[in-house]
């Protein structure tokens, strides 16, 4: 378990485990001789993804970013991607429960990002963090249930419509503060409406910027995932988060990089971007 102070707050690293997506849809465009260098593929192709949540204890409130796949995938999508859902253990190793969490963040809907947002109860869905008020883009949900040919495998009603329905999940129309210290921004790309999460406390920051930049495999503007709908906005995003994460010295946080779930950036001597050791 990761965790580190950041100004006044504490940042804890929690797990929902592993699962496994194919290596060439992760790297998009990038050749296979390239991408399998920093990202072994097994005799499937598939390469091993974490599924990083963040809890940020403020003092005041207790944060959780992204609620990972969960453990209502159906056995197909099961087979495909598995299912290790290990968010609650983890929570539960670090002393937090359900009851603790009062505000969940999930930066978009796609079911590896917000899976443990609801549970089964009987034939309903409700909310597995009871106390708590959610917190997504209207329009990411709105394109959610549009269902469309490109994406529709992505997005699981049971883990937001409930939420919605019974009005603990607030529905944001842009960028916005959520609590003292903790806000979001819309960076478009993965999806047009994907939020980064900004942690902001005695001058220091840290941004969960979600699937932007999935891993730190990722840090190329070019390295572009097939998944993501806009592949031009997100290159600009990442020019956008950057062009202030570097000067600033600004902690990522990364949903999807099974070893290293947060690093700083810079700038190597031919200006390649890297992680600060």
Not at 224 to 246: G, N, W
Request: hydrophobic share 40%; aromatic share 10%.
């Amino acid at each position: 378990m990761n965790t580190l102070s950041l100004g006044d707050f504490e940042l804890i690293v929690v797990s929902d485990g592993i699962y496994h997506l194919d290596g060439g849809a992760f790297f998009g465009v990038v050749p296979k001789a390239l991408w399998q260098k920093k990202a072994a593929p097994d005799e499937h192709n598939r390469v091993p993804l974490g599924l990083n949540s963040v809890v940020v204890r403020t003092g005041k409130h207790t944060v959780l970013i992204e609620t990972g796949i969960g453990n209502k995938l159906p056995e197909k999508l099961r087979r495909i991607y598995g299912q290790p859902a290990q968010l609650l253990e983890g929570l539960s190793a670090a002393g937090i429960s359900p009851d603790d969490i009062d505000v969940v963040i999930n930066t978009h809907l796609h079911f590896d990002h917000c899976g443990w947002n609801t549970v089964r109860r009987g034939d309903q869905f409700v909310a597995t963090f009871p106390k708590a008020r959610y917190y997504v883009q209207a329009g990411e949900w709105r394109h959610g249930r549009r269902q469309l040919e490109r994406d529709a495998i992505s997005y699981i009603s049971a883990n937001y419509d409930p939420l919605v329905a019974n009005e603990k999940m607030q529905l944001l129309h842009g960028d916005q503060d959520i609590v003292p210290g903790i806000s979001v921004k819309v960076f478009a790309g993965h999806t047009r409406h994907m939020q980064a999460v900004y942690v902001q406390s005695a001058g220091k920051t840290a941004c969960y910027i979600s699937d932007l930049i999935p891993t730190t495999a990722h840090l190329d503007l070019t390295w572009v995932m097939a998944f993501d709908l806009f592949p031009l906005e997100t290159i600009e995003s990442r020019k956008r988060f950057y062009s202030q994460a570097i000067p600033e010295s600004w902690l990522t946080l990364f949903t999807h990089d099974p070893n290293v779930p947060w690093a700083y950036l810079k700038r190597d001597e031919q200006g390649k971007l890297e992680i600060a050791r």
